[in-house]
Structure formats: C-alpha cells, structure tokens
C-alpha cells in the first residue's frame, strides 16, 4: 500500500507526511466534543457555560480550518479571504441579535393582544 | 517571463480527456459559437446586449408610470397594473441593466487591463451570462402569463408576499428570478476576484491597477458577501409559500421585520455594487480627458475599499420608521453619516484630476462630469436621509425617489453612458459621432433634472411613493406634471443616444488604435482585439502602463519580442476550448425554475400522492443540469495552442475565423 | 523556476502561472467559502432570532432534541473531514489506492451522518410532533439543519463522482488540486456544523 513518496522537491519545505498530525488533531476534536457534552450538565453560571461552549467550539473550529483546511501552510491571502466572510458573517449575526433582542423589538405578547375584562368594561 | 509555464493545474495536453458524448465545438461565427463562447470579450458583449435590451423595457414601465402620475386621479393604469410597473420598473433597472451593463465592462475591459487572455474560469464565466439570462426570463415571463408580473415593489416585503396577500405565482416568479440572478452574479464575482488576484502580467502589482479592475474587485466582494443574505431571505419567502412554513407568518410567531432586515442587509451592499464600477469608470475617463493622472490614486482606491466595508453596517437606515428602539436607529445614522466620508474624498480626488489639466469635452467627458455633479446632488439627499428625525419625513415619500434617482441615474446610468462612449472604439473599432454624443447628453441631462428635482419638493410636501394615483388638492399636480415632462425628455433623450450607438455599430466612423491617447493597458490592443488579447503579454513598469509604453516604445518592442520567443518555444499562445455545458447547464436551470416557480402544485383530485406536473419538470431540470455539470468536468481544460504570424493574425486560421486544424 | 512533472516532483502547493503562487481552484473555493459563511450566518441568525422570543406554547427545544444522537453525528462529521484530510494527503504523494480508501470512509461516515439526521428528522415530527410546519421552531430548525444536510448530500455525490472517476484510470498527481479543492467543502460542512452543534443543540441544554 505504500506508493513511492515525492518529497525531492526543489526548492520549498519539505512535504512531511502529515498523516500521523492528522490523527491527533481528530482525537483533539473528539476530546472537545465529549467536554462541551459534558459543559451543558455542569451547574455553574449560564454565562460561564456559553462562554465555555464558544470558546471549545472556536478551537475545534480553528484546528479544522488551519490544519485540515492546510490554511497554516498557506499564503495568508487564503486565510485573509476568509477571515473577512467569517467577520463579516459574525458581526451581521451579532448586530441582527442585538436588534432583535432590543426591549423595541419584542414582540407584543399575547396578553396585550386581548386586554383582561377590566379594561374592556371601562366605557 | 514564465507566464505561459506549462501550469501542473492544467491538464496536460498529450493526454486530452475525451469529452463524452457531446463533441468540442469549435465553431467561431454563427449561431453555435455565440452558445458555446468562452471568450470574456463575447461574454461582455451579450451582458451589454442584454442590459440594453432591458433597458426599453424598464424604460416602457416608467414612462407608464409617469403617464399615470401625470394628472390626478388618472385612470390610464389601474392600481394592480401601476403595481406592476413600478415593481418591475425597479427589479428591472436594478438587476437586468445597471448590474449587466456593469458585468459587461467587467468582462470586457478588466481582463484587458490586468494583461490576462481571459477570466481565470472561462467556462464558469460563459454560465453566469446564460444563467443571467435565465433569471431575466423568469422574471419577465409573468407578462406573458394571466397571473400577471411581480407586483409587490422590488424589496418584496413580507407579509404581502406570503401566499395569503399574493396567491398567484408573479411573486413565485419574482422570487426565482431573483435567486437565478444572485447565483449567477456570485458566480461571475467570484471569477473576476480570482482572476484580479491571480491573472495579473507580470510587473503588475496591486498598486498599478487601473481604478476600474479596483472597482471591479471591490463589486465582486460585495457581490459574494451581500447575495447570501438575499438569498436566505428569498428561501425563507420561498418556503413559506410553497411548504408552509412559518418564517414569516405572524400567527405562529414569525416577524415579517426579518425579511427587511434579511432583505436590505443584501439591498445596501447592493447599492454600492450599482456605483462603484460606475466610480471606476470616472476615475478612468477624467484623467484620459484631463490629460493628468488621476489625483490621489491610493487614497481613491483606498475610500472604495472604505466605502465597501462600511456599507455593509448601514441597512437599518433603510428602516429607520420601524420602530427599531433609539440605540439601533442611532447607531446606524452615525454609521450612514460616516460612509459620506470616503465618498466625498472620492469626489474631491476627481476634482483633484480635472484641476490644472488639460480638459478636452468630449462626450465621454461630459458624462463624467455631469456624473460628478448629478451623484453629489444625490449624494447631499441622502445624508439628509442619513438623520433619522428628517427620514421619518422623507421616508416613503417622493423625496426618496428623487435621491435614489439622482445616484443611479446621475450616478450609476451617466457613468455607463460614458463608458459605452469611451470604449466604443476599442470594443468595435468605429467611433461614435462626437455631435450626436452631445446632443443626446444635453436632452438626457435636461430631462433628467426636469423629471427628478421636483421629486425632492414633492416628497417634502407629502408625496407617498409607490401609489398609483393622487388627488387634485393635495398641491402635487404642477411637480407630477413637469415631472413627466421631463421623463418624456429623458426618454427622448435615451432613444437619440441609442439611435447613435446601434448607427455607429453598423457604419460608424472606423478610427485607428487608442484614438483618446489613454493611459490604461485595454488601449494597448488593436481594436477590436483579437481573439487571444496579447500577442505578448506585456511586462508593466508603472501604473497608467499604456502611457508609459507609449513613452517607452523601445523598451517595449524588446520586452515583446522577447516574450512572443518565450511563448513559441513553450508551444504557442494556450486558447481555453469552447464548452456547451454552460449552456446546457442553464437550459437546465430553466426548467427547473419554470417547475419551482411557474407550474401549479398537483391537483389531488388528479395526481395521486407526491407525483405531479410540478415534481416532475422541477427533477426534470435537476437532471439535465446535472448531467451537463458532470460533463462540464469530465470535458477537461487543456485548451489549444495557437501561433501567430507577424502581423498578429492566427497560424493556420483561414479567412473566415475557422480552423484549419485542431491544436497544433 | 519552471515545475514541470519532470522528476516526478510536483509542487502542490505552488502555481508558478499565477500572480501570487496560490492555485486558481483553491483561490476560488476560498472566496466561496467566505461567502458560504454569510448564506450560514443569515440562516443561523433566523434561527437563534427566534430563539429570543419564542411564542407562548412552544415546545421546549430540550424536551426534542436527543443530545446524545447529535454528539454521535458530529463526532461522526469530524472523523470524516479526518479521512478526507487523509484522501487529499494521499493523492497529493499520487497514492491511488490509499486515496480511494480514505473517499471511501468519508463517504461512508457522510453518509452515517445523514442518517443520523433522516432518524432524528423522522423522530422530531412523527414521536416529537415537531414539524417544519406546525411551529416557528420546527420552521427554523429543521430549514437549517436541513440545509446543512443538502450540502452535506452534495458533498457525498460529489466525493462519489471523484471516487468513480479514481477509478477510470484518469485521475492522478496532477489532479490533487481537485480533491484538494472537494476537501475544503467537505471540511466547510463540517465546520458549519461545528457552529451549529453549539448554536442550536447545546445552547439550548443552559
């Protein structure tokens, strides 16, 4: 199974096998996966456990994109393309959360749809 | 130079893949070879084409609608018909001509002014166009049809596009229109960010592009980051029209608000992909016809960049009547306010260019200038857009559809006017009549004005927008009146500019190579250009590089000479095949949409279970487009080589464009 | 100065024929990915938007959702952009065999994935009474995630098509820029995954 490697290349790094790199970095992953199922039944703080969650989730996020993605190894423009979807992306979800959120922008409950009998009786 | 290194990207040509099934057209005039182009310059010619054509179209609708609005309570359309026209008017203008036009000089000229041969992705190129036309087609269809055209404005803003206000298929229709354009858009984008980046000649560094390929690669980021957000917002209308779905019904807890939001997240960014290529194409015009270069090049460049980036934070100004809370409406005044920054930089830097030059008025100049000029009046609108407590005035008024107007028209429309004028020699070698180019500028500016300044007094008096009659005591007669007055003018104006263009394409004036003594590279070539642009590529020494050639004839002709050895002993000039899969692809596409959009879901009385008309054709276009993609990969890119002889024509090519033989 | 398959040694990193030495396909699936991420960033945001404020009545998203279920599928996700790290590894050494193998497992896993979610999908709306239609939050998840799905789906028919082709004898070294090209979309999916695993399940357990 083994086919004859091409790492006589000239004039650039050496392509080391990354297989065995590879395979750590998916034990890595798994690793996170289990930790951030085991985070949502600790009983700390909500926010303590959202920060957690987000900042595993980055990491995992991050691993895959600068090792599995090669983005380490590349030229920085790659990285610097989608680094601007990415931001873009983050910060329109970020503005549209904090719109949403906003105390104006709740929707009417229904309570104040069909107002309590006591205000319909004043006339 | 390297430039034409046998690439280990490419497939290599002493094993050709065998293209399945279908044959390798090869065809260079008639019909076949227009389905099958490849070539950006085609390309760039049927975008132009098509924008135009589109361009009688939006005209029509808005002389309809001006008609309409010339006296109050006028009956020439009714309410559902003005609904018609001002949606469509609006959809069409926006995506079916100022974006084509655009997509044209992109195409064409871009290319030319990077020293490339081609797109980085021809192919994927040839399926934006067909894929645009597609999309333009559906769109357009509903005339044809008794469920009539969209009619719900060119926003769409839930809930009235929801089945329950719009039960007819127009908004099925507008809606995939719409999604078929923005995948062919981002398509095209992403085809020009690559080629920018990666197909530039030797020498030509980031800082000595032309402000045009800036502009372009400004747009193209835009197109990729702002369509998504359409995109989503269309599949979430799409779906609650066809499934059910509840993104926007109110009485299962779904906000209609969102759709706006969706929609102008998309529809700001969509703006200033309407005006940065028209801000290209000045940048280019004023210093060719100031005899100066362009004043403050890096900080234009760097105010596009500005403007793109910020416009992505100001589409809640589009909605400051919404009732979004202080903070957010706030915010986002302050950020509307910002983008005038770098915009107004941009026009100092052009007044820059033309102060101290050597001014020759030619036609292409007086558009630019009148551009300048009209786009600040729009400009200065909408800053006053920009403070919240003025736009709860302004907001649905008349005085919003002078501003826009004012951009696109003064803006975005004069710019594209110049450059047609300014380009037309290169493109078809003749050169437009210098009489006739003035006679149609001054009818369009004065119609123009005519038409939208008293929009501006309209608004501030009260007008509400996108309503199809008004009453006679409301004090608005006299502004509709000259208002349709001028559009007469304006499209007196337009059909003197057209009759010129389609005169000069059939038996203008031939003129000889670069007759406006230009800067950029595009002027470089014979006109038109040849079929694989360079002889040699060139090596770029400075920015504004045909003028330094110009001044560097020698060092040039051996740069050249040089090159053209490099590339024979490399085998020749590498020409991309010609493909019917880009095509077929959206023939596909066609189908698929007419399925989604057009046929009705099956009637239960008649199909039984899942099976029907509407499943079917929808799976039917899947298909084919599949089946054309898996061939469009397996066709292989290995291209041909071809050689050339002294005199710039093609080794072997026989009189009448065909080949003599295959490769080489 | 000029690579050519001489010595048998191609540069998969490196196009000399472009400006900047990045591939053209790789430049391209980049910038796609870039503008992928805002088609996922709206489409998340519809749905934790409707998260803020659910409607009275409403299912609580916990009482549905079988983290255990989800856990299992991502982890399955993230050993098949493994494997699919290991096809392009494989193909870029011009190891044939090793490059089937590693499509054929992420294949496989893709599709262990996505029947993951046709079972959890059949379980919200026929044991959960959760569907696309009966409520907003069968609306926004199940059109996200089904999403998701489709690109994952299209992935699979994609990684397929090259497996098939691997085996017509065209394939070779010099096409590792297109499995390398598949690989950044695979891994793409799987990332989207990775934020929405966090955004949609686990946020909802706090």
Request: charged letters at 10%; one cysteine or more.
């Amino acid at each position: 199974m083994s086919a004859p490697t091409n790492d006589t290349q000239a004039g650039h790094a050496v392509e080391q096998s990354k297989f065995g790199l590879y395979i750590e970095i998916a034990m890595l992953l798994a690793v996170i996966t289990g930790l951030e199922l085991v985070t949502v039944y600790l009983p700390f703080m909500k926010w303590l456990l959202v920060t957690v969650l987000v900042v595993l989730s980055t990491v995992k996020f991050m691993f895959v994109i600068f090792y599995f993605m090669h983005l380490r190894w590349d030229k920085a423009f790659c990285t610097i393309l989608f680094f601007i979807g990415l931001v873009l992306a983050g910060g329109t979800m970020w503005a549209l959360l904090k719109l949403f959120g906003a105390e104006a922008s709740k929707p009417l409950s229904s309570a104040m749809m069909d107002p309590p009998a006591a205000v319909l009786s004043v006339s | 130079m390297e430039a034409l290194a046998k690439s280990d990207f490419l497939a290599k040509e002493e094993h050709p893949t065998k293209p399945f099934v279908l044959w390798r057209p090869t065809a260079k005039t008639g019909l076949m070879s227009w389905l099958t182009t490849v070539d950006h310059k085609r390309i760039g010619f049927l975008y132009g084409a098509s924008g135009l054509f589109f361009f009688i179209f939006g005209g029509i609708e808005a002389l309809l609608i001006r008609i309409q609005l010339a006296v109050p309570n006028n009956t020439f359309l009714t309410s559902a018909q003005y609904n018609e026209m001002f949606t469509m008017h609006g959809t069409t203008m926006i995506f079916l001509v100022v974006m084509p036009i655009g997509a044209a000089f992109f195409n064409f000229i871009m290319p030319l002014q990077i020293g490339a041969r081609d797109v980085a992705f021809p192919r994927l190129n040839a399926f934006s166009f067909w894929t645009f036309a597609v999309g333009a087609i559906i769109l357009n269809v509903g005339w044809f049809m008794k469920d009539g055209a969209p009619d719900a404005g060119w926003f769409g803003y839930a809930p009235l596009t929801t089945r329950t206000f719009s039960p007819t298929h127009a908004i099925d229709m507008w809606v995939m229109g719409l999604q078929l354009l923005g995948v062919a858009s981002i398509a095209a984008a992403l085809n020009f960010i690559v080629t920018i980046i990666n197909l530039r000649a030797p020498g030509m560094t980031m800082m000595r592009l032309p402000v045009f390929t800036w502009m372009t690669l400004f747009t193209s980021f835009l197109i990729i980051l702002s369509f998504p957000a359409i995109t989503i917002a269309l599949v979430e209308i799409m779906m609650d029209r066809l499934f059910g779905t509840n993104f926007f019904e109110v009485s299962s807890g779904g906000l209609p608000i969102l759709w706006q939001h969706l929609f102008w997240i998309f529809g700001h960014p969509e703006v200033y992909i309407l005006i940065l290529p028209a801000m290209g194409i000045i940048s280019e015009i004023l210093p060719t016809f100031s005899r100066k270069p362009l004043f403050g090049y890096p900080v234009v460049v760097f105010s596009g960049a500005s403007i793109g980036f910020l416009g992505f934070g100001v589409w809640s100004h589009h909605m400051f009547t919404t009732g979004m809370g202080t903070a957010a409406t706030a915010a986002f005044a302050l950020m509307t306010m910002a983008i005038a920054v770098p915009t107004g930089v941009k026009i100092f830097n052009w007044i820059g260019t033309l102060w101290g030059g050597h001014l020759t008025m030619r036609t292409p100049m007086m558009f630019a200038i009148g551009f300048l000029w009209m786009f600040m009046i729009g400009g200065l609108s909408g800053i006053m857009h920009a403070a919240a407590p003025a736009d709860a005035q302004q907001h649905g008024s008349y005085f919003v559809v002078a501003h826009f107007h004012y951009v696109l028209i003064g803006g975005s429309l004069f710019a594209l006017f110049a450059g047609i004028h300014y380009w037309f020699p290169l493109m078809f070698g003749r050169r437009v009549s210098e009489f006739w180019g003035k006679v149609s500028f001054w009818v369009i500016f004065v119609g123009f004005n005519v038409t939208f300044f008293p929009m501006h007094f309209l608004g501030l008096e009260g007008m509400p927008r996108r309503t199809f009659t008004y009453d006679k005591n409301m004090g608005w007669e006299t502004g509709n009146l000259w208002a349709t007055v001028g559009a007469c003018v304006l499209g007196i104006g337009v059909a003197i500019y057209f009759a010129t263009m389609i005169y000069t394409y059939y038996k203008g004036e031939r003129t000889h190579k670069d007759p406006w003594d230009a800067r950029t590279l595009e002027w470089s070539l014979p006109n038109p250009p040849p079929e694989y642009n360079f002889q040699a590529i060139p090596t770029i020494h400075a920015r504004d590089s045909w003028w330094y050639q110009k001044r560097h004839m020698a060092e040039v002709a051996k740069e050249t000479a040089d090159q053209i050895k490099a590339d024979e002993a490399h085998g020749g000039i590498h020409m991309p095949f010609q493909s019917i899969y880009p095509f077929l692809a959206s023939v596909g596409i066609l189908v698929g949409a007419i399925g989604v959009s057009i046929i009705d879901p099956a009637n239960p009385n008649v199909y039984h279970g899942f099976w029907g008309p509407k499943i079917a054709i929808t799976i039917l276009g899947g298909l084919i487009m599949f089946v054309s993609v898996v061939l469009w990969s397996l066709e292989g890119n290995e291209g041909y080589h071809i050689h050339l002889n002294e005199d710039g024509s093609v080794k072997g090519e026989d009189a009448h464009g065909g080949y003599a033989s295959h490769g080489h | 100065m000029s690579s050519t398959a001489a010595a048998g040694a191609i540069d998969h990193h490196h196009d000399p024929t472009t400006t900047t030495g990045i591939p053209n396909k790789k430049l391209l699936m980049w910038a796609f990915l870039a503008s992928d991420c805002m088609f996922f960033g709206c489409l998340i945001s519809t749905h934790l938007i409707y998260r803020l404020h659910p409607p009275p009545g409403t299912l609580p998203a916990k009482q549905v959702f079988s983290i255990e279920l989800t856990s299992f599928s991502t982890f399955i996700l993230l050993m098949s952009s493994l494997m699919m790290a290991l096809a392009v590894n494989a193909i870029q050494k011009g190891n044939l065999k090793s490059l089937r193998w590693s499509l054929l497992t992420t294949i496989f896993f893709g599709c262990i994935f996505l029947g993951c979610q046709v079972y959890e999908f059949r379980n919200f709306v026929f044991e959960k009474h959760l569907t696309i239609t009966n409520s907003i939050l069968g609306t926004t998840f199940f059109t996200l995630t089904g999403t998701h799905g489709l690109h994952v789906l299209i992935g699979v028919i994609w990684l397929t098509g090259m497996l098939i082709y691997s085996f017509t004898g065209r394939l070779g070294e010099k096409d590792a820029i297109d499995v390398e090209m598949m690989g950044l979309y695979w891994h793409f999916v799987d990332i989207v995954w990775i934020v929405i695993f966090t955004a949609v399940y686990l946020l909802e357990y706090l």
